[in-house]
């Protein structure tokens, strides 16, 4: 038996809006987890935060639909014995291990009370069909069902960051790292098709968040959300996912995109733009970090960009550039060539029909399942 991550967040920083401090709410996040467990665990990151946060009560229990829950084992999960939490600025903390057993494909449902004022400062935006919260106003901890005439779904994750299982030796996970695209459907149908699979064993961890790049990271409020380099946060998220065995690199098209020169956005310079000797060098990078750890690696190529706001000739032959890299590469896993599967046969630097979700860099919901249609053969070793 081993300790394996069955659900997780890259901890990310919000967006900054006047109403950065919430009180007196619960956050409810259902989690379905790939297989079967003994004991759970619970992790919570306030990495962004800029000051203590302090969780006053969290409950695990069974999830009946989607705002209830089973009250006849819900838990109370404590931090060293304690119920309340006090996580400092920039510092991770894991729950004490949970008696709670649960079935393949079983829902688990984390509820976080905020009694107390709080930064909501840590947190990220995850969408697909297993990704949606709902906050309520007031203590509702232990409430069967939220009231709906109190209750709201979001999507954005605050704090709760991971949900790890004690299950069988041949159970693993496998990490998605990456930004938007990452942090969008993709990752949710790759979970769904391992775990159509009776014998599955394999848990998808998701450590994505919206605008990230590879080499830079803005330093304003109004990009700020856009999250941190890859220098500040693949090692960090990678190493807290347990029983991983292989990660995929989904990451680099914003390197491409942002930088347009200050006498357009005085954030984004066109000095940010790499060359793609850069933009690999950021990526190998990675790769040393996950060979340390015994992780297989795959790396995705980027997807078409023609047609986007800031598309040019430029961006179109460094994205290309950085393809031809990735399919040669031989020291790696993998390149699972997302590219060649969405891009159009008659324009090649376009998405193909019914692949573009409209604005012309993110894919559509069955773009994202061609592309977790794709991933699945490569992680399992199983053909569709």
């Known amino acids: 038996m081993k300790w394996v991550t069955v659900w997780g967040s890259a901890p990310s920083i919000t967006e900054h809006k006047p ?22 665990r619970l992790h919570f990151s306030n990495f962004c935060g800029t000051e203590p946060v302090t969780l006053t009560r969290v409950t695990l229990a069974r999830a009946m639909g989607d705002r209830e829950i089973s009250l006849h084992n819900a838990r ?13 600025a920039g510092e ?17 449902a984390v509820s976080i009370y905020l009694g107390g004022f709080t930064l909501m400062r840590t947190g990220v935006v995850a969408l697909g069909p297993l990704s949606k919260g709902f906050f309520s106003v007031g203590d509702c901890t232990f409430s069967q069902v939220l009231p709906l005439e109190r209750t709201r779904t979001t999507n954005t994750f605050y704090f709760f960051c991971g949900l790890d299982l004690y299950t069988d030796d041949d159970k693993r996970a496998v990490i998605l790292y990456g930004d938007s695209i990452t942090a969008q459907s993709w990752a949710d149908y790759l979970a ?22 590879v080499l830079r990271e803005y330093s304003c409020i109004t990009y700020e959300s856009y999250g941190l380099s890859g220098r500040h946060r693949f090692e960090r998220e990678i190493s807290t996912v347990s029983g ?3 990660v995929i690199i989904q990451q ?3 390197d491409i995109i942002h930088p347009v020169g200050t006498d357009v956005n005085p954030f984004r310079p066109m000095s940010d733009l790499p060359t793609v000797g850069e933009l690999e060098k950021g990526i190998e990078e990675y790769f040393d970090i996950a060979k340390k750890r015994g992780l297989d690696i795959y790396i995705g190529t980027l997807l078409p960009i023609k047609g986007w706001r800031t598309y040019a000739p430029f961006r179109e032959e ?30 090649p630097a376009a998405f193909a029909e019914g692949y573009d979700s409209g604005d012309h860099l993110h894919p559509s919901e069955e773009a994202y399942k061609a592309m977790a249609k794709l991933a699945f053969g490569y992680i399992t070793g199983q053909e569709w």
Do not use: H, Q
Request: hydrophobic share 40%.
């Open 19 to 40: 109403e950065t401090y919430a009180k007196d709410i619960t956050l409810r996040y259902p989690v379905t987890c790939a297989f079967g467990g003994e004991r759970v």
């Open 76 to 88: 109370l999960v404590t931090f060293g014995g304690e119920e309340s939490v006090t996580i400092p």
């Open 92 to 108: 991770e903390v894991l729950s004490d291990e949970i008696v709670f057993r649960i079935k393949p494909r079983g829902v688990l």
């Open 192 to 213: 769904l098709n391992c775990m159509d699979d009776p014998y599955n064993v394999t848990a998808v961890v998701r450590r994505a968040a919206s605008g990230t790049r």
């Open 244 to 246: 991983a065995d292989a």
């Open 252 to 254: 680099g098209i914003n």
């Open 318 to 347: 460094l994205r290309l550039s950085f393809n031809a890299w990735a399919r040669s590469l031989d020291n790696i896993k993998g390149c699972i060539d997302f590219d060649k599967t969405l891009r159009s046969p008659a324009d």
